[in-house]
């Protein structure tokens, strides 16, 4: 009897997936890797893929996804809008593009996500609830093949966390002041973590994305940041222990003020810094909040610069051993990312009248281009020229962050 016992301890410990899981895990100022030694972050965020944004779209006022949906809606009717976003979800970023990203250098990705993908909202074509883990299974199982771990990104919560476009929201951080949103909020992480509670391939969770923009006031709203994350953190250990989170400063990821000492054992704090001197002294509050807590540190979003700029902040960050994931990995007609593609024919006409501004339906009537043929054309030159097999890739960019284009 005792031996049979003792064969089944064997076979759970040695050959069940889940005792064999690895995690990430932190140890003093470092994040520790499923090899036990300290990681380092170096990879790129897979922008504009589950979070359109319009600006990667050459749009100047038409800026969030519900905008973008709203236009290309008006444009092509909601119908093929809903087509549009169909296809785009599964060209935009494919097996190529990972595999790409492996092969070029990087150890990991930051997957920024929208909640509606979690709920039965409407959201680039669909409302189904279940369809953010179709993406996210996807990708991740890519990811496990070329061994490149992955950060999950909320980009936008219930509510509204930041109070801009890049939240898809109404323009206020309501999250912070609305019970129901904070509910919802708390509730989708918690189904993602059971969903991927014994996936390795997952260094951690990214909470919430740039919380609390410059606009509002920071001493009503930045107090209620630390209490909220702590909240989703119950939440998520509830059913996940195993994974990092990772919790943005106030305003925009750049204010660590809110932040007391750490109150969870796998916590790592994330910046995000553009256009300022890639020099240690616009980090050093960072270090400073680093060397106080013991806790790690780790830059969520940097770029959108030349080449060497990225090359001197890239220096600056691994200097002070600091891990990164630079914005974005793909954009349309543009050197300051890792791959770029280029504006189909016909293109220039969406971009018109996204830019316009419409007050009215009379006004949408007046603007919309009388050639709707013409526009879906260019919408589906959009979806061809961004798959990978067309896309161009940004070789200074890429050499200025320590990797090699592939040739």
């Known amino acids: 009897m005792f031996r049979k016992i003792a064969a089944c301890i064997l076979f759970v410990v040695f050959l069940s997936p889940v005792a064999n899981a690895q995690f990430f895990t932190t140890k003093g100022k470092n994040i520790i890797g499923p090899d036990e ?5 170096k990879g790129t965020n897979l922008g504009n893929w589950l979070v359109p944004e319009g ?11 519900r905008l973008i949906n709203q236009t290309i809606s008006e444009l092509i009717g909601p119908a093929a809008a809903k087509d549009f976003w169909e296809k785009y979800l599964n060209v935009y970023i494919t097996a190529e593009d ?17 909640y509606r993908l979690f709920t039965s909202e409407y959201y680039m074509g669909s409302g189904d609830s279940a369809r953010g883990f ?10 496990k093949k070329e061994k490149l771990y992955v950060i999950l990104d909320m980009h936008c919560a219930p509510g509204g966390q930041t109070g801009d476009n890049i939240d898809d929201g109404y323009g206020y951080p309501f999250l912070f002041e609305n019970e129901k949103d904070q509910e919802a909020c708390a509730a989708i992480w918690k189904k993602i973590a059971a969903h991927y509670k014994n996936e390795p391939t997952i260094i951690g969770y990214d909470l919430l994305n740039e919380p609390i923009a410059h606009y509002f006031d920071k001493t009503k709203i930045n107090p209620l940041l630390e209490p909220l994350y702590k909240r989703l953190t119950a939440a998520v250990r509830s059913v996940d222990k195993n994974h990092l989170l990772f919790l943005g400063g106030a305003q925009w990821d750049s204010n660590f003020e809110p ?23 616009v980090i050093q509050d960072y270090i400073n909040f680093s060397n106080k807590y013991n806790v790690p540190i780790y830059c969520g979003e940097t770029g959108e610069n030349d080449d060497a700029w990225v090359e001197a902040f890239r220096k600056t960050l691994d200097s002070n051993q600091i891990g990164w994931h630079y914005w974005p990995y793909k954009k349309l007609d543009n050197t300051r990312g890792i791959v770029t593609f280029s504006i189909p024919a016909g293109y220039d006409s969406v971009i018109a009248y996204a830019n316009t501004h419409k007050n009215n339906f009379e006004d949408i009537r007046k603007n919309r281009p009388a050639d709707v043929a013409l526009i879906k054309k260019a919408l589906e030159g959009f979806l061809e020229n961004c798959r990978f097999k067309n896309c161009i890739q940004n070789k200074g960019y ?5 990797f090699k284009p592939v040739e």
């Not at 932040?259 to 002294?281: A, I, M, Q, R, S």
């Not at 890429?398 to 320590?402: C, E, F, M, Q, S």
């Open 259 to 281: 932040f007391g000492k750490t109150f969870d054992n796998k916590l790592v704090y994330t910046f995000h810094k553009y256009w300022t001197p890639p020099t240690v002294e």
């Open 98 to 114: 990972i595999h790409y990203l492996k092969s070029i250098g990087m150890n990991s990705i930051r997957l920024p996500f929208n």
């Open 398 to 402: 890429i050499r200025a962050l320590g």
């Open 134 to 143: 179709v993406y996210m299974d996807r990708l991740i199982n890519w990811c």
């Open 37 to 41: 030694k300290p990681f380092l972050i």
């Open 55 to 65: 600006y990667m779209f050459h749009f100047k006022e038409i800026n969030s996804p």
